[in-house]
C-alpha cells in the first residue's frame, strides 16, 4: 500500500469522497479498520455528528495526485 506524504483525501481506498481512506494511508493503518473505528466513535458521540465532521474533512482535504504518494 502506498503511503501519502501529507494527509489529502485518498484515489485508491474510496468509497465516497477518499476521506477515510486517505487517513488511513497516512497513518499506515488498514481503511477497514478507520472506517470502523470512525462509525464506532461517530455513534457514540452525542456532541458532534459523525457526518458533518465527515463532510467538513471532505470539503478541506485536497484530492490526492500522483504526487501525493511516496
Known amino acids: 500500500m502506498a503511503k ?4 489529502h483525501r485518498s484515489n485508491n481506498n474510496k468509497m465516497i469522497a477518499g476521506v477515510m481512506g486517505g487517513i488511513a494511508e497516512y497513518v499506515g493503518w488498514s481503511p477497514m479498520w478507520v472506517r470502523l473505528l470512525f462509525v464506532i466513535v461517530s455513534s457514540l458521540s452525542a456532541a458532534v455528528p459523525g457526518i458533518l465532521i465527515y463532510i467538513v474533512l471532505w470539503i ?7 504526487q501525493s504518494y511516496q
Open 60 to 66: 478541506i482535504m485536497p484530492k490526492a495526485t500522483g
Open 4 to 7: 501519502l506524504a501529507k494527509l
